[in-house]
């Protein structure tokens, strides 16, 4: 049972990839209970309106253009931790609080290490996006998935603001999640940004000592 990485050329069908199988059991699993253990139905629904997108989107592109099984380990590895948030709405999150604990923070930063999460984990699948099913440049595709995380953030905060200012508004403050933080859109944009530089700058130091494209 191979796995794949952005170099790989060959792709596997579905029903013989074992991996996608194995990620999306995972996956279904872990949403299911998020669904079932919810302590706020609503927010839940709100929350995974984005991830019905994502997954549509994943399902219609895999006969054409598929990631690679690393791609698709790292989407699945935020999205369960997305999901997770949404069980429990990011601000009651009870990882954050243990970690509130455990490391003394002044409030639970579960949203925060999602929205890093965001750039970090979804930065390599971009680039792989860019640049095999697009044919970008190379350079292209070290910018690209910094930019599109930085402009993805942006329009989640302004479809946040819009959700729990003007077509929620009994879900605004769970769904928001700032604990009374103002700057709390401007700090989750930056941790994404951050994630996905970060992200970038591995994969390229790791291709250089690897001497690999």
């Given at each position: 049972?191979?796995?794949?990485?952005?170099?790989?050329?060959?792709?596997?069908?579905?029903?013989?990839?074992?991996?996608?199988?194995?990620?999306?059991?995972?996956?279904?699993?872990?949403?299911?209970?998020?669904?079932?253990?919810?302590?706020?139905?609503n927010?839940?629904?709100?929350?995974?309106?984005?991830?019905?997108?994502?997954?549509?989107?994943?399902?219609?592109?895999?006969?054409?253009?598929?990631?690679?099984?690393?791609?698709?380990?790292l989407?699945?590895?935020?999205?369960?931790?997305?999901?997770?948030g949404?069980?429990?709405?990011?601000?009651?999150?009870?990882?954050?609080?243990?970690?509130?604990?455990?490391?003394?923070?002044?409030?639970?930063?579960?949203?925060?290490?999602?929205?890093?999460?965001?750039?970090?984990?979804?930065?390599?699948?971009?680039?792989?996006?860019?640049?095999?099913?697009?044919?970008?440049?190379?350079?292209v595709?070290?910018?690209?998935?910094?930019?599109?995380?930085?402009?993805?953030?942006?329009?989640?905060?302004?479809?946040?603001?819009?959700v729990?200012?003007?077509?929620?508004?009994?879900?605004?403050?769970?769904?928001?999640?700032?604990?009374?933080?103002?700057?709390?859109?401007?700090?989750?944009?930056?941790?994404?940004?951050?994630?996905?530089?970060?992200?970038?700058?591995?994969?390229?130091?790791?291709?250089?000592a690897?001497?690999?494209?």
């Amino acid at each position: 049972m191979g796995f794949t990485h952005a170099l790989h050329e060959h792709r596997t069908p579905f029903l013989k990839n074992r991996w996608m199988q194995i990620f999306l059991l995972l996956f279904f699993v872990l949403w299911g209970s998020t669904l079932i253990g919810t302590t706020d139905i609503n927010n839940w629904f709100l929350e995974n309106a984005l991830v019905f997108l994502f997954l549509g989107f994943l399902f219609f592109t895999y006969r054409k253009y598929q990631f690679s099984d690393l791609g698709y380990l790292l989407i699945t590895v935020y999205l369960c931790l997305h999901v997770y948030g949404a069980k429990y709405t990011y601000a009651e999150n009870p990882l954050g609080y243990w970690l509130k604990d455990t490391m003394g923070w002044e409030r639970n930063h579960y949203d925060r290490i999602v929205h890093f999460s965001f750039g970090f984990l979804l930065a390599y699948p971009w680039r792989e996006m860019f640049i095999r099913w697009m044919k970008f440049p190379a350079w292209v595709g070290w910018a690209l998935p910094i930019e599109l995380t930085l402009s993805i953030s942006g329009l989640y905060e302004l479809i946040e603001w819009a959700v729990a200012d003007i077509f929620f508004k009994a879900q605004g403050d769970a769904y928001l999640g700032t604990q009374g933080d103002i700057w709390d859109a401007q700090k989750d944009m930056f941790l994404a940004t951050l994630g996905a530089i970060l992200a970038t700058t591995i994969v390229s130091i790791l291709k250089k000592a690897l001497r690999i494209q």
